[in-house]
């Protein structure tokens, strides 16, 4: 009897150890298992949390293409509607000055003083003027040597080129030899004073928005 | 033969079968404890996979609705901005348009100056 509980005792003890490390490694496992389980659900938040920020960043990037591009499209045809505005002044402003032509006081004395201009630039003793066609029939080019060597303080040999310019107005004045030449046309004024127009014309018509 | 010493024998067989049942009961036990714990770890991956699908899909619908509403909000914003600009420039053409004769004579001025 006290033989048969003693190997009773010693089978419980072996199945009891038994019973003990089965569930040390099922505890384990589970413990494992949850470890697992918290780093990958850390991980998948992050995954999920960055595509999130990702697409946040898109979409503000996307937000700030369309109206980006809304406003580029609204710039140009901005400065689309004011250059036909400043083409538009310039051409009238161009269109008044070659009427100053029909003029003829006004156009001699405007002649006048850019046949002076030039001749102070050139500072030379004797010069040659050019003229268009037209000037050289309409134009007293008598009266116009004398009023410039009257006004001239220095001694000075004016001549009118006989062969016509190819220009609408204004004038020419070379050296004798015509090396040197200081033009004073109206599509060189033009040309030159485009700048300039351009800023005050947009400076009168768009004030402070140009 | 001792009667005592023959059942003690006898005895000793059984002691030994039982010892080597539980032996053999004791192994089963641990091997089924192994099993149950191979399951548990395989488990985790089944589990892993299913969580990062669903949020990750989550996360995917989620950013593409935030990209839509941006678009949308995007498209509004420069219309809006594009309907009032349109009357902006309008009035800056109509204004500029006023002034044209005095600038045409400034211009004409700075010709002839």
Do not use: W
Not at chain 2, 60 to 68: F, G, N, P, R, V
């Amino acid at each position: 009897m006290s033989q048969m509980s003693e190997t009773s005792r010693f089978t419980d003890h072996i199945l009891a150890t038994a019973r003990g490390k089965s569930q040390a490694i099922i505890a384990k496992a589970e413990d494992e298992r949850q470890r697992l389980l918290e780093e990958a659900r850390r991980n998948i938040d992050r995954e999920a949390a960055e595509i999130t920020r990702n697409a946040e960043a898109d979409a503000e990037g996307v937000k700030r293409r369309e109206i980006s591009e809304v406003r580029h499209r609204v710039k140009l045809r901005e400065e689309m509607e004011k250059d036909k505005v400043l083409t538009d002044v310039l051409d009238e402003t161009k269109k008044k000055v070659h009427e100053i032509v029909n003029d003829k006081n006004r156009y001699s004395s405007y002649l006048l003083r850019l046949v002076l201009d030039s001749i102070r630039q050139l500072g030379m003793q004797s010069v040659r003027v050019h003229l268009n066609a037209e000037d050289l029939k309409n134009i007293d080019t008598t009266a116009l040597v004398r009023e410039v060597t009257n006004t001239v303080k220095t001694p000075i040999k004016v001549e009118v080129a006989k062969n016509p310019l190819a220009t609408s107005g204004g004038v020419v004045v070379s050296s004798s030899d015509d090396k040197i030449r200081i033009v004073n046309t109206f599509e060189q004024r033009f040309e030159a004073l485009e700048p300039k127009l351009l800023i005050e014309a947009g400076r009168l018509l768009f004030g402070d928005h140009t | 033969m001792n009667p005592v010493s023959c059942d003690t024998a006898m005895s000793g067989l059984e002691i030994v079968k039982e010892i080597v049942d539980s032996e053999k009961e004791a192994g089963n036990l641990l091997v089924q404890a192994e099993a149950k714990a191979l399951e548990i770890r395989k488990q985790v991956d089944d589990i892993i996979l299913i969580e990062h699908e669903e949020k990750v899909s989550a996360a995917k619908k989620e950013a593409a609705s935030t990209l839509q509403m941006a678009e949308t909000r995007g498209k509004s914003e420069a219309l809006q901005y594009e309907k009032e600009s349109e009357v902006r420039i309008k009035e800056l053409i109509q204004n500029a348009s006023a002034k044209k004769n005095s600038a045409v004579k400034a211009l004409y001025d700075i010709i002839l100056r």
